[in-house]
């Protein structure tokens, strides 16, 4: 019999199982190998597109001839279906014993104690990483994921689309929101087949807004930081952008949100724009065939010290707290992070490396859409003010609650005061509901 359980079910499970990690970890089973002579099996799970796959796997097996005791069977996954059975593996006490974890997510499991504190494990070196990079990855004090690379959010264009609509590509340090919709509504008007940009519709691209308004979607404290005139004043953007033509209809946009990165409208040539993380752009280009130029986020006052932009972790690497091999699972951590071997394969995709040997060692390897996010990276190094905060636990379902009040504004289900009004109350009560 097959169960299927909504998001909010989902995390209700999952607390439960966390609970459970949590007596384990401080019982100390979770520090027992697997045999004596240190052989072991770990299973090692993670979002991505064709492109990581294909180099974790390579990582993967670069790794086991070094490491002949350990075995490490590949469980990838992509991002629409990848937090749901996470969190059912979590709540059946069998989640995978290396997890790639995001920052949206990293509060909601280390801090229910369904992951391992990295920094009391012997054999991982983060001598070499920026302090600001470690926070990244804490919770409650406690490591809870290492970072795997530097990123940041922000639009990127197709430059044959633009060539074939015959608009220039935008000065990115100037242009402003107004200009943003009026480009990609002429994109649309001009190629058929074509929307112009995607809406955006996810945590970082709100969070990018809050914080051109002063805000961030959490606070310091452990709150939501979003206030109702700030997200209605989002959601009423991407109603103008449906309504201008310069979006994919709701339809369309609402399954492009859970397509994988190869099979989205952007990667596919239906869109001029679109928003993604920095280390996508490899993927991008790949699929596209074109190349792929990355813009900074649009400000409200043209200037791009007001853009909201901010370095972010790309994603982590933790390790289950109910892992019975956690000495060979930070083993290859470790060598995620600073075998040389390892940074060769995987290069950018997953963030520029935070080791300074590992990104001199890929220096010539970097394909010139690697390059170009390096240096777009270093480009708006002067924008950047300050990073979000973590979120804090009890939001790990925010995601799906933002697509759906997106998904009921471009549907006309909900106007975006309304919405606004919604989304706080809800994101409220998930937030003290954890507390509790």
């Known amino acids: 019999m097959t169960i299927i359980m909504n998001r909010r079910q989902f995390a209700q499970a999952f607390i439960g199982a966390a609970g459970l990690a949590a007596l384990a970890t401080a019982c100390g089973t979770n520090n027992a190998s697997t045999s004596s002579d240190g052989t072991a099996t770990l299973r090692f799970t993670w979002w991505g597109n064709d492109l990581r796959n294909k180099q974790t796997q390579a990582a993967i097996d670069a790794f086991k001839t070094g490491h002949p005791n350990i075995t490490i069977n590949a469980e990838p996954g992509i991002w629409a279906s990848y937090w749901d059975k996470l969190a059912t593996t979590t709540a059946a006490n069998d989640s995978p014993d290396i997890i790639q974890m995001d920052q949206a997510y990293i509060s909601e499991y280390g801090g229910r104690g369904a992951l391992l504190d990295l920094s009391k494990q012997d054999g991982l070196d983060t001598s070499k990483l920026e302090e600001s990079s470690l926070k990244s990855g804490q919770v409650n004090g406690k490591q809870m994921g290492i970072s795997t690379g530097q990123n940041a959010h922000g639009v990127m264009a197709n430059t044959k689309i633009f060539e074939a609509a015959g608009i220039a590509l935008p000065d990115d340090t100037k242009w402003t929101w107004d200009e943003y919709l009026a480009i990609a509504a002429e994109i649309a008007a001009k190629i058929p087949g074509n929307y112009g940009s995607a809406y955006g519709g996810t945590d970082a691209d709100l969070n990018v807004w809050l914080r051109q308004n002063g805000e961030n979607l959490y606070s310091e404290d452990g709150n939501l930081g979003a206030s109702v005139g700030s997200l209605t004043s989002y959601w009423e953007r991407l109603k103008k ?33 679109g928003w993604w993380w920095t280390n996508q752009v490899a993927a991008l280009t790949s699929a596209t065939k074109s190349d792929i130029k990355i813009l900074r986020a649009p400000s409200q006052t043209g200037k791009a010290a007001d853009n909201g932009m901010y370095y972010k972790a790309s994603m982590f690497w933790s390790v289950s707290a109910r892992s019975k091999s956690p000495k060979q699972a930070v083993e290859f951590i470790n060598f995620m992070l600073n075998d040389e071997a390892a940074g060769k394969i995987i290069l950018t995709e997953r963030g520029f490396p935070g080791n300074p040997d590992i990104r001199a060692a890929i220096a010539s390897q970097l394909s010139p859409a690697d390059k170009a996010a390096g240096e777009f990276l270093d480009a708006i190094a002067s924008d950047i003010k300050t990073t979000p905060p973590v979120p804090p636990v009890g939001t790990g379902t925010v995601q799906s609650v933002i697509k759906r009040y997106t998904e009921d504004v471009l549907f006309d289900r909900t106007q975006p005061k309304a919405a606004a009004e919604a989304f706080k109350t809800e994101v409220d009560g998930l937030i003290n509901s954890a507390k509790k």
């Open 241 to 273: 952008q449906r309504d201008m033509k310069a979006g994919a209809p709701a339809s369309l946009a609402s399954e492009d949100v859970n397509a994988a990165v190869e099979q989205t409208l952007f990667a596919t040539g239906k869109l001029g724009m």
